[in-house]
């Protein structure tokens, strides 16, 4: 029984044609895929077997863990489309301070995460598309590799880049196979036909182009990470050999150059596991260490957004006080994290110490913070300390703005009234009152003070003298959507 010329298989001397079988059918399998793509896997021509199967099944992989991610979100209430920045990071998307703070992972996790399904679409089809080559040409193992570790590069670049961004997405590490693909194509690491190059060289360069323009002219696309998965790719593919090796027909193969793709030679090799083994062990050490380094860096540069993120995470236990003492650790440390006063503020108003809170609101003001929020809460403030004129003046641009929501307003009313009130406007005061009681009818604080108020104006009394009721600081402090990640 003849043996197959490429693998030493045994093989049916059985034909139809003129000519024996020469070819197991696995191998003739092969063959027929590397003539059609030009770069893909060919059989190997040596003693060092081929793996049984050129199934992307890395790719595929992590395509399915990225797509299992997504639908865990969606099932669980998180938006199909546009999921918020709560709720991804609450699945692991990287928020740069709560990453300096200690949650090194997420620049992993926020690699599986996305912001609904155009992001993760396009992402998984790029993947798709550029995985499939790389992981031919690297092994399975060394793909791997390759991918964590420029997914990696890809946040940290982010987080340095931008210390208070929401990072999520597979995009950096995308990047990272396309630099590594690029680096063995135009760095002659592989060998194959012109054409062939070309075409996928054409395909790289649209790829890379087209997304970093767009992240440029979109401002919620992260370029950062782009750029750092892109540069991490190209060096790991200029220094990591490919496990699979093509190389250009010579002239003594000439009678069989019909059998491969134009340019390639039909003696393919590839390396055995045990080198495979070594390339992917060397990815992830050395990978390992340069991260690491480059990780302690950020955190050294960025120590201000490492205290956000402890205040974050103490606000979210419960603990205020201790959440206090680290945001101000932060502005210390970072003087131009100025809105870190608007979150002492309000940090302050939920301990209900107005005069802690009126002296960070203001100087988070001094520091160019001018949006309504802050206004609003320090007018809510000036009540505590009894500064009813000033808190007036700033609450007044809430009820002129456009941009001011509903329980916004129904807020500030109340700290219009109150205002009006200690300083004789009780008509005024009962006004604004009865609004908000209407809005929020189950409120204490407001039932009692529109009785004080109805009752001054009722008898006709003057402003000298009247006690403030009492303020309900934690109920009226106005927090954002995203309240404890951001003020």
Known sequence: ???????????????????????????????EEVTRTGLGPAAPSTGNAAPTSHVPFVTFVIIGINVAV?????????????????????????????????????????????????????????????????????????????????????????????PLSVSAGASGAIFGVAGAFAAYIFLKRIKAA?????RTGKSLAIFIIYNLVR?????????????????????????????????????????????????LSPENTFEDEAHSNRIAWGIIIGSAIVLTAACMGVHSVHRGYAKYGEAVRLVQRGQLEQAAVAMQAGVENTPDLNFGY???????????????????????????LTDLQTRQN????????????????EIAPVFTSRDTLPDAKSDALYIRGIARGQTGNFSGAVSDLQ???????????????????????????????????TIAYRQFVLLSEDWPLFP
């Open 342 to 368: 608007a979150y002492l503020g309000e940090l302050e108003l939920e301990r209900e110490d107005p005069a802690s809170a009126a002296a960070f609101l203001e100087k988070g003001m001094a520091s160019g």
């Open 215 to 263: 992240g440029a002219a979109a401002g919620g696309v992260d370029n950062a990470a782009h750029v750092g998965g892109l540069i991490a790719g190209l060096i790991l593919g200029a220094i990591v050999p490919p496990v699979i090796h093509l190389r250009a027909i010579a002239p003594s193969n000439a009678a069989d150059s019909h059998l491969a793709a134009p340019g």
């Open 70 to 162: 997504y639908l865990a979100m969606g099932l669980t209430g998180v938006s199909w489309e546009e999921p918020s920045s709560l709720d991804a990071i609450r699945w692991g998307a990287a928020f740069g301070p709560l990453t300096l703070g200690g949650q090194w992972w997420r620049l992993f996790t926020s690699t599986f995460v996305h912001f609904g399904i155009v992001h993760i679409g396009l992402n998984m089809w790029c993947l798709y598309d550029l995985g499939r080559s790389l992981e031919y040409l690297m092994g399975r193992k060394a793909f791997t590799a390759t991918y964590v570790a420029t997914g990696i590069a890809a946040s940290t670049v982010s987080l340095w880049w931008r």
């Open 1 to 31: 029984m003849p043996a197959c010329k490429t693998c030493g298989v045994k093989i049916s001397s059985f034909s139809f044609g003129t000519e024996p079988a020469s070819e197991c059918r696995e191998c003739r399998k092969k063959r």
């Open 378 to 393: 320090l007018a809510l403030a000036e009540l505590g300390i009894e500064d009813f004129a000033d808190a007036q003046n």
């Open 435 to 469: 609004a908000v009681a209407q809005a929020k009818p189950n409120l204490v604080a407001v039932q009692d003070a529109l009785k004080q108020y109805q009752g001054l104006a009722n008898q006709g009394a003057q402003a000298q003298n009247v006690p403030p009721p």
């Open 194 to 198: 012109p054409e062939a190059i070309k």
